[in-house]
């Protein structure tokens, strides 16, 4: 089939060779012909041009998105001429986190306290209701922990609501949790759903670094719990393609943090760590083609990402069990240039790679 992606990231990159085994043709509507994937496919630069959109779509047989934040205009747009998956009900809901949060407790799925904030005056009452530490997130366009003002005292209500611009937004209440984990799921158009485990990340200013798959620790319980959040979820919204939860986890319990409808930063181990990766399964699932099995091949995975710069990649490469993923970037502060996929038989060997890899990481 020939796919386009609204987008030409690396997840579009990745989505693209995980497509092309399977005979099917990928095309992008990008932002420049430098985008990290505009050399796997016929590339639409966009320009803001009805025209090119249209083009765009009709080249099409099936269109996914690789960001919660792709215009919903585009794709209203286009779902006229050709099928788009993840639907547009997926995007609506997650790109804005009001929706989202409105979702999760009609479903009754654990979130973070929280209250809408139109004004300095909304801030001030919601501090008072939902108490400090808070955290003050824009509505919608955040990502990477862009957008978020931590409140750790009241006098810093005036310069919260400043950097956020005064942008429509949300308080959440401070989740004291124990380490944070997500779930990646995959759901077919004849509504099979497969689940990847949940696994464990750790971020730096923000920026997801490490993810370990699957996340130590988890009983059954734990999974089962996560796992019916995301069926209900993916049923509720009639999602088709990969979805994402964050959740922390607390004492006792798991909190929903975001949902995001597309492959994940902390799905990307699943290339060599799973039977079938997530990019593979997202592209089956919008094909309307049988998904794959979800099993891990090793006992661990560890995902490290390459930030800002490249690091040691001559000494990356020469590593055992680690395998190299570059996205044609230019190095950048706080950018996303590659990742490193770690396989283990144990968690001490696991470990000690880590280690190693640090070394020649920036
Ligand atoms: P987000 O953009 O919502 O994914 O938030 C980025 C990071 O901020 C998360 O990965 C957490 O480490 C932290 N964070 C976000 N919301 C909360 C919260 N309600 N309580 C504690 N930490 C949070």
């Not at 004004?119 to 108490?131: Q, R």
């Not at 990307?268 to 794959?292: D, M, V, Y």
């Not at 996205?327 to 144990?346: F, P, Q």
């Amino acid at each position: 089939m020939k796919i386009g992606v609204l987008g030409a990231g690396q997840l579009g990159r990745m989505l693209a060779l995980s497509a092309y085994p399977l005979g099917h043709q990928m095309s992008f509507l990008a932002l420049s012909e430098e985008d990290p994937s505009s050399l796997l496919g016929k590339t639409f630069i966009h320009n803001n041009d009805p025209e090119v959109v249209k083009k765009f779509a009709s080249h099409s047989d099936v269109i996914t998105y690789e960001s919660e934040n792709t215009d919903i205009n585009i794709v209203n747009e286009i779902n006229n001429m050709t099928s788009v998956y993840p639907n547009e009900r997926s995007l609506f809901i997650s790109q804005h986190r009001i929706r989202e949060k409105e979702l999760l407790n009609k479903l009754g799925i654990p979130c973070a306290p929280y209250e809408i904030v139109n004004s300095l005056v909304d801030l001030e009452v919601a501090v008072k209701n939902i108490g400090v530490p808070s955290i003050l997130k824009t509505t919608i366009d955040g990502y990477d922990g862009k957008g978020q003002f931590l409140i750790t005292s009241e006098s810093q209500i005036n310069q919260a609501w400043k950097v956020l611009s005064g942008k429509p937004s949300v308080l959440e209440g401070y989740i004291n949790f124990k380490r944070e984990l997500s779930l990646i799921a995959v759901r077919g158009i004849d509504s099979d759903i497969k689940f990847y485990p949940l696994v464990e990340n750790s971020h730096h200013e923000g920026i997801l670094r490490l993810t370990i798959a699957p996340a130590r620790n988890v009983s059954d319980s734990i999974q089962n719990k996560a796992e019916d959040y995301m069926k209900s979820i993916l049923t509720e919204i009639e999602h088709v393609g990969v979805l994402t939860i964050e959740l922390f986890e607390t004492d006792n319990d798991l909190v929903v943090n975001e949902i995001a409808p597309r492959v994940h930063n902390s799905g990307h181990w699943t290339i060599e760590g799973a039977k079938t990766s997530q990019f593979e399964n997202h592209i089956r699932a919008i094909t309307k083609s049988p998904l794959g099995q979800t099993n891990c091949i090793n006992k661990y995975s560890a995902m490290i990402n390459i930030i800002g710069t490249h690091g040691a990649i001559e000494k990356i490469l020469k590593t055992k069990n680690t395998h190299l993923h570059l996205y044609n970037k230019k190095e950048r502060k706080d950018r996303k240039l590659g990742h490193v996929t770690i396989t283990a038989d144990s968690i001490k060997d696991l470990d000690s790679s880590i280690e190693t890899l640090k070394d020649f990481l920036p």
